[in-house]
């Protein structure tokens, strides 16, 4: 496999952390939805669903993150 370029990798990041910032107001909007007395099981299940997903894309930031600094010690 070819090397990623860095600004691959800072065009990854900047995606992955707008993402990660959209599934969090996601998360905090159900979460607002099942702590006001709203929950259902489908906000419930999705709440899980979205922060699964959201620590999916935290740990492929830290991973990212990573690759970065091991790159730019070089």
């Known amino acids: 496999m070819g090397k990623i370029s860095l600004d691959d990798l800072h065009r ?14 996601v998360r905090d909007r159900l979460h607002n939805q ?6 259902t099981e489908t906000s419930r299940a ?3 669903e ?3 997903e959201r620590r999916r ?8 993150r990573k690759l970065l600094r091991d790159r730019q010690a070089v």
Do not use: K, N, P, Y
């Not at 990854?12 to 107001?25: C, F, I, M, N, P």
């Not at 894309?57 to 990212?64: K, L, M, T």
């Open 50 to 52: 979205i922060s699964d």
């Open 34 to 39: 099942i702590d006001f007395g709203f929950e």
């Open 12 to 25: 990854e990041l900047t995606q992955l952390e707008a993402e990660g910032a959209r599934l969090s107001a």
């Open 57 to 64: 894309v935290h740990d492929r930031i830290d991973s990212v």
């Open 46 to 48: 999705r709440e899980r």
